[in-house]
């Protein structure tokens, strides 16, 4: 079947942005800086933008219901509180919009067991026993692909971390275009840009920051008031050494580096002017100046937060209003979908 001879319409992929965070704890400055800045970046008139709660990913581990609930919400009252604009962006809740569930199955029957065996995500989370890992963790990644698909979503930004599905994602729209002779789903664009694609940890350098590691001390939540931001800054881990000139004598110091990123990507300057002007400084002395912007532009974050979560039922309404939008726009791509595998 080609386009032409199929009786499915041409399709004109808008440039269509879609994103998603799981609410699997609460946001850290890695989903921030790595993720909703830039999602709030992309809120401009040349893109139509999609930003989910991607509650069905986190069921893939054990989540406690209630503060999954509560997380979903929270991370709604995330997003608008660092920028996203109800009014500008779609904003979603997964499990409240069906159709990610029905194409992800169709997916399930494209993509193949060896593709998601090679996930280094699935390894790092399934761990040594993956025999005991949920099927939901295993087959993540063609959920994720459903969930940009479906809304034939042109550019994705995302961490360095999502590389791999970003790029199985693309995998799954060319074997189904193949499969089925017809250019329908895009090839979508992973946008991982800037300085901050991989936050690390604040106790090792080596490991990304996570809301789900288990040391608070690892991570800035947004929910963190100042003193607390400041004391995560100040105990978070370093090396004797004063501050390098230049970005070369970074290299194997994996937590300076870290520090320095941070505070580049927070001022939106690049790390090698932030050394320009913090070359020879101790840690000490960086570290206060760190503690101070983060403090700047956080704490202001988290107060809006707060507020936003004091009234549940507004944010429940921006989600519900998300839905049948992004329902309008999934609804017949799904259909379409439906029609190419022969279930007319
Ligand atoms: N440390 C990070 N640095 C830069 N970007 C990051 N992201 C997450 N951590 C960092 C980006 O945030 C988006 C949402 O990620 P997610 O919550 O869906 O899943 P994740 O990458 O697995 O994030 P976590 O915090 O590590 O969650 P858990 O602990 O539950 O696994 C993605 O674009 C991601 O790249």
Redesign the pocket.
């Known amino acids: 079947m080609n386009r032409e001879s199929s009786n499915v319409s041409k399709t004109t992929f808008t440039s269509r942005v879609f994103?998603?965070?799981?609410p699997?704890?609460g946001l850290?400055?890695?989903?921030y800086?790595?993720?909703?800045k830039r999602f709030v970046a992309m809120q401009k008139p040349e893109f139509e933008t999609i930003y989910c709660v991607?509650d069905l990913?986190?069921l893939t581990?054990w989540q406690n219901p209630q503060e999954l609930a509560h997380n979903s919400r929270e991370l709604c009252a995330g997003f608008i509180a660092a920028g996203l604009d109800p009014n500008k962006s779609i904003l979603i809740r997964q499990s409240q919009v069906p159709e990610h569930t029905q194409l992800a199955w169709i997916f399930n029957c494209i993509a193949r067991v060896g593709w998601m065996q090679r996930m280094t995500?699935f390894k790092d989370?399934a761990g040594k026993n993956s025999q005991n890992a949920s099927l939901g963790l295993f087959c993540y990644p063609a959920l994720m692909a459903a969930d940009i698909l479906l809304y034939h979503a042109t550019h994705v930004?995302?961490?360095?971390?999502?590389k791999q599905h970003l790029e199985l994602t693309r995998d799954i729209a060319s074997k189904f275009n193949h499969d089925y002779q017809i250019d329908f789903f895009p090839i979508a664009k992973p946008v991982i840009e800037g300085d901050?694609?991989?936050?690390?940890s604040l106790r090792d350098g080596t490991k990304?920051?996570?809301?789900?590691?288990p040391s608070d001390m690892s991570r800035i939540n947004l929910t963190d008031d100042a003193d607390m931001i400041a004391h995560k800054i100040r105990k978070a881990k370093t090396d004797p050494e004063p501050l390098p000139m230049e970005i070369v004598g970074l290299e194997n110091r994996p937590e300076a580096l870290n520090l320095v990123q941070i505070y580049a990507a927070l001022s939106d300057q690049s790390p090698e002017f932030v050394l320009q002007d913090v070359g020879g400084k101790t840690f000490s002395e960086f570290k206060k100046m760190l503690a101070d912007l983060a403090i700047a532009e956080l704490v202001p974050i988290s107060t809006e937060m707060k507020r936003l979560m004091s009234d549940i039922g507004e944010i429940d309404h921006i989600l519900c209003s998300g839905a049948e939008k992004a329902r309008s726009i999934a609804s017949p791509i799904l259909q379409e979908t439906y029609e190419i595998v022969g279930m007319t």
């Open positions: 994103s998603g965070i799981q699997s704890g850290t400055l890695g989903n800086l790595g993720a909703i991607v990913h986190a581990v995500q989370k930004p995302v961490g360095d971390d999502q901050a694609t991989r936050i690390m990304k920051m996570s809301k789900s590691e």
